[in-house]
């Protein structure tokens, strides 16, 4: 039912798709896709977190899923395994994704994770690191192999938060905006994402649907034009991710996944909190905000 409840706040703010970033059960995942006038959802079905004795099975097995992306969780300490991969471990995995044409998202939330996945040639890594304003040869590192960043800083800052209250923990907010601005000013493409989730065991809680607007509000905050803003959520990862090439914008041939408001988001983004109707795949949804 929870489940269902994400999906109609995601429908109801405008939010016609959906990428899973991790689905426990294959048969509940697929149970959510497809539904009419709801949030279209795309998954990687089971990420990569728990040591692997075969990459290119553990790959293979998504695939026959119907997986759309291949997700790995990177890790410096055993936080959400006992044993984090090792990176010969993630580069085997990126290396057999993309041997099926599939893009490669990794999660990461510190400088040493994050090297990792740029050394193993992921393309998008979701998150930013947490300890301090991302390092410039890291930047660099990423405009050299093309990365992806989707920094989910709603999600960073709460992430903080969660962490400052741990004794001598004193971490500040101060580094994801820093860290984002220094993305944007080098030229990464930076897409608007949430990891929207209530899942128990999470560091922080975010809400599906108003999660996207307010981090699109964010990059405008840090810099982005609201045009920018926008195509972070809608053209461009519609063109990079490669597998929605069918949405993203508003053309002839395209999926009509479209958004009407009571105002002009590209001169006022808060006019996307003013959600009036929303259609997906044509068909217009009866949920309102």
């Not at 960043?149 to 969660?162: D, E, N, R, Y």
């Not at 400052?164 to 905006?177: A, G, K």
């Not at 929207?196 to 065991?201: Q, Y």
Request: hydrophobic share 45%.
């Amino acid at each position: 039912m929870e489940a269902l409840n994400d999906l109609e706040n995601g429908v109801k703010y405008g939010v016609t798709s959906m990428l899973d970033m991790a689905a426990h059960s294959t048969e509940f995942i697929n149970s959510l896709k497809k539904r009419p006038g709801f949030s279209d959802i795309l998954t990687c079905y089971t990420a990569a977190l728990y040591p692997i004795d075969d990459p290119k099975a553990f790959v293979a097995d998504q695939v026959n899923k119907g997986a759309d992306y291949i997700k790995i969780i990177i890790e410096d300490q055993p936080r959400m395994a006992e044993k984090p991969l090792s990176p010969e471990t993630i580069t085997a995995l990126t290396e057999a994704a993309h041997e099926h044409k599939l893009l490669v998202f990794a999660h990461a939330v510190s400088m040493a994770t994050f090297k990792t996945a740029i050394d193993a040639g992921v393309d998008v890594i979701t998150h930013i690191p947490v300890e301090a304003p991302m390092s410039q040869s890291l930047i660099e590192e990423m405009l050299k192999k093309g990365t992806i960043t989707v920094p989910t800083s709603g999600m960073m800052k709460k992430t903080i938060a969660f962490l400052n209250r741990i004794p001598n923990v004193n971490l500040d907010t101060q580094n994801i905006d820093m860290t984002l601005k220094a993305l944007m000013n080098a030229g990464i493409p930076v897409i608007a994402g949430t990891d929207a989730n209530h899942a128990p065991f999470a560091p922080a809680s975010i809400d599906h649907g108003i999660g996207l607007l307010d981090e699109i509000e964010a990059f405008v905050a840090a810099g982005m034009t609201p045009v920018q803003a926008l195509q972070s959520a809608t053209s461009l990862p519609a063109r990079l991710f490669g597998f929605i090439t069918d949405r993203g914008m508003i053309k002839p041939g395209l999926r009509a996944d479209l958004l009407l408001v009571d105002g002009d988001p590209t001169t006022d983004i808060k006019a996307l909190h003013k959600v009036k109707r929303v259609w997906v795949n044509g068909i217009e949804s009866s949920i309102t905000a």
